[in-house]
């Protein structure tokens, strides 16, 4: 009876002295004097360092903590409401847009993101052009934002002329106006004289979708007003570059060596109107036929 009451006593004992050790460790570790942070998984940064311990560690559990970020602040994540993170459904990995020094204010860093910000971009307020509180898989065209600067545009009006929608065609993210086209990126760049020609000569009714690049369809009237030769009577060829460039209309060359008759010895000091009889310019003769033609043969 004695021997198993002073088992009870040394059992108790150690208990009263295990669980004093263990009261005095919790204590040092939360006064921070003996338990070195540092040289765990998550080193505390910031506002962390004068956190509680318990604020992290609930019901006093120090091993596995989880270390991302949500497992504290998933309350803040939740009750966030400028933007509602849940309803834009924002990432949990909280870091991305705020830091351990404060957590407020956040700044969310958007050039890492598929839509660096440039130009005007910068400036703008987030809810510009997350109007439908959408963050997460946002349209990144600029119509998706600049759908109504197309639609409303008068000159000359987007809609009507059918404007391709890619609005970096003529506008820079610098700012909106200006725009400026870079006709040498379409099929038709400008050369010569067409670079300083105001555009509605080319672009009658405001058409600039599908314009034609046949030289004609824009010079018809200098073809058929010409008169020294007439083009119309000479039956000429329509195609413009066969005696004019963009340099200027006038003078006009036409060079004989580009046809399928290239002119050698006393072909080139022979008049048009030898070969050219009855002022016809679309006839092809072979050697043989401009001999006989000529009394050479």
Known sequence: MILRER???????????????????????????????????FPLRGAHVATACADCHTNQVFKSTPTHC???????????????????????????????????????????????????HRIQDCNTCHTDNVYVGKSVECMSCHRNDFTIAQNPNHVQNNFPQQCQTC??????????????????????????????????????????????????????????????????STSCVQCHTTSGWRPATFDHNTTQFALTGRHTATQCQQCHVNNNYQLAFNTIELRIKNGTL
Request: with cysteine.
């Open 70 to 120: 949500v497992s504290c602040h998933q309350a803040s994540f939740t009750s966030a409401s400028n933007p509602n993170h849940g309803a834009a459904g924002f990432s949990t990995d909280c870091q991305s847009c705020h830091t351990p020094t404060q957590w407020r204010a956040s700044t969310f860093v958007h050039n890492q993101s598929r839509f660096p910000m440039t130009g005007a």
């Open 171 to 236: 506008h820079n993210n610098v700012a909106w106006r200006p725009a400026t086209l870079n006709h040498s990126a379409t099929r038709f760049p400008l050369t010569g004289a067409h670079q300083a020609t105001a555009c509605a000569d080319c672009h009658r009714n405001g058409q600039y979708t599908n314009t034609p690049t046949i030289c004609v369809d824009c010079h018809q009237t200098n073809f058929t007003t010409s008169t020294n030769p007439n083009h119309v009577q000479r039956n000429f």
């Open 7 to 41: 088992r009870t006593r040394t059992t108790q004992l150690l208990a009263s002295r295990h669980i004093a050790f263990s009261a005095t460790r919790l204590i040092r570790l939360r006064g921070g004097t003996n338990f070195k942070h540092e040289e765990t998984a």
